[in-house]
T-cell receptor, first 115, second 110 residues
Framework: DAGVIQSPRHEVTEMGQEVTLRCKPI?????LFWYRQTMMRGLELLIY????????DSGMPEDRFSAKMPNASFSTLKIQPSEPRDSAVYFC?????????????FGPGTRLLVL | TQLLEQSPQFLSIQEGENLTVYCNSS?????LQWYRQEPGEGPVLLVT?????EVKKLKRLTFQFGDARKDSSLHITAAQPGDTGLYLC??????????FGQGTELSVKP
């Protein structure tokens, strides 16, 4: 398996623009997680899905952020409108089971810079 | 909000030296995980410790979970340049949610 695939790897955009990040989890994994990593706040869980259903979105910063998982092999994280403080590395991870019970496999991340 | 504090934040040592990284919290965790992250990549799980006082070894890396399950340490013996990276601890609390520490940036110079 190729592991968790994320695209794009790098994104530079201007404030106010819509940004869409994409993730393909490892085949057979029922859980998908979206994280954000910054120097100030470290690695934070934004939202996670189980069998394509959003379970906990309490980490989503505000209404500008939304995430979908239309099928078992694809998820998106959208920011609209984007702001400079959204600049961070966004990771997608997948696992066979819940956090703490099964190993999470992280993708390579998307580096987002909002000017 | 439960916090995990890691120390030191940065560590630069010479090849062959030993080092210890600490992960501390005022909260009790069901389990604690250690990850290593290389530049441009996502974190990779190294180990999970579950029982208070548990010690796990992974080659030159020794992981210990505190007796009260509030803290953990990672000790590396005879560090190598290949050990360079960001080391993250993550604690699992009630509900199964993982809380990550800020990380320790380790640089091992040849």
């Amino acid at each position: 398996d190729a592991g968790v695939i994320q695209s794009p790897r790098h994104e530079v955009t201007e404030m106010g623009q819509e940004v869409t990040l994409r993730c393909k989890p490892i085949s057979g994994h029922d859980y998908l997680f979206w994280y954000r990593q910054t120097m100030m706040r470290g690695l934070e869980l934004l939202i996670y899905f189980n069998n394509n259903v959003p379970i906990d979105d309490s980490g989503m910063p505000e209404d500008r952020f939304s995430a979908k998982m239309p099928n078992a092999s694809f998820s998106t994280l959208k920011i609209q409108p984007s702001e400079p403080r959204d600049s961070a590395v966004y990771f997608c991870a997948s696992s066979l089971g819940p956090q703490g019970e099964e190993t999470q496999y992280f993708g390579p991340g998307t580096r987002l810079l909002v000017l | 909000t439960q916090l995990l504090e890691q120390s030191p934040q940065f560590l630069s040592i010479q090849e062959g030296e030993n080092l210890t990284v600490y992960c501390n919290s005022s909260s009790v965790f069901s389990s604690l995980q250690w990850y290593r992250q290389e530049p441009g990549e996502g974190p990779v799980l190294l180990v999970t410790v579950v029982t208070g006082g548990e010690v796990k070894k992974l080659k030159r890396l020794t992981f210990q979970f505190g007796d009260a399950r509030k803290d953990s340490s990672l000790h590396i013996t005879a560090a190598q340049p290949g050990d360079t990276g960001l080391y993250l601890c993550a604690g699992e609390h009630q509900g199964g949610k993982l809380i990550f520490g800020q990380g320790t940036e380790l640089s091992v110079k040849p």
